[in-house]
């Protein structure tokens, strides 16, 4: 068994990992709607963009920040059932946003541009991470006091 301070010191280093993924985006993934979205998208044309080469860097960098989250729930928690919960878990969101994303970039209207900017960030940004810690922390207090 690792020891708590270890734990804790590798579960900052990942942390620290996913904001590095946010510092560095702008030169590792393809994603034309990082400046939209900066500037006022409600007032800007959609920028063009290369629908394949867009979805292969979401799934990337999805795939880069699930890894990495599932890392620190695994962890954290130091339980398989964590581990296979959280993949599950992330797998069918993914089929499930990106569904939702390709629906929404194929028919593309000014309606549509906050929905679609929050279905990006869910997609793009480790939010997953911060539910499911504090829920499987809440999870094993509850079995502990039973």
């Known amino acids: 068994m690792v020891s708590k301070p270890f734990k804790i010191i ?44 867009l979805i292969i860097h979401t799934f990337f960098r999805y795939s880069l920040n699930s890894i990495i989250s599932i890392t620190i729930l695994f962890i954290a928690f130091n339980k398989t059932a964590v581990l296979r919960f959280s993949s599950i878990f992330y797998a069918i969101l993914f089929i499930i946003l990106i569904s939702c994303y390709l629906v929404i970039i194929m028919n593309f209207s000014e309606e549509l541009h906050q929905l679609f900017f929050y279905i990006r960030r869910f997609l793009i940004q480790p939010i997953f991470v911060l539910v499911l810690l504090p829920a499987f922390y809440y999870q094993q207090n509850i079995i502990h006091k039973q």
């Open 10 to 53: 590798i579960i900052t280093s990942l942390f620290i990992l996913l904001g590095l993924v946010r510092v560095f985006e702008d030169n590792l993934f393809y994603d034309p709607f990082i400046q939209f979205y900066k500037q006022l998208y409600f007032t800007n044309e959609v920028p063009n963009f290369n629908l394949g080469k």
